[in-house]
């Protein structure tokens, strides 16, 4: 499995951005397709992007469309989550997932290698 390291996590503002990484070991980086979920206080975790192992394809949630962006640079083993105008209810940990196949998060499903997570919580 690929070992997942999420940053970037703070408070911030209703209507601010910020910016998400998840660094990557363990395995080639570039064989797998990488999403992030997250989880809200009392609430189950939920699909939030996705990307292909070649950046080619993208998937976002609804809620999220059109405020983030998320990317990769598989030379620096990392994916990233643009994330702008931020709401009070895009409170949650964030985690970053990993799987070998992009079909796995247009389908619904997760992969099998998730990070630690961080906490973005926005004020309103």
């Known amino acids: 499995q690929v070992q997942l390291v999420e940053s970037g996590g703070g408070l911030v503002q209703a209507g601010g951005s910020l910016r998400l990484s998840c660094a990557a070991s363990g395995r080639t980086f570039s064989n797998y397709a990488m999403g992030w979920f997250r989880q809200a206080p009392g609430k189950e975790r939920e699909f939030v992007a996705a990307i292909s192992w070649s950046g080619g394809r993208t998937y976002y949630a609804d809620s999220v469309k059109g405020r983030f962006t998320i990317s990769r640079d598989n030379a620096k083993n990392t994916v990233y989550l643009q994330m702008n105008s931020l709401k009070p209810e895009d409170t949650a940990v964030y985690y970053c997932?990993?799987?070998?196949?992009?079909?796995?998060?247009?389908?619904?499903?997760?992969?099998?290698?998730w990070g630690q997570g961080t906490q973005v919580t926005v004020s309103s």
């Open positions: 997932n990993a799987d070998r196949s992009t079909g796995t998060y247009a389908s619904g499903g997760v992969g099998v290698s």
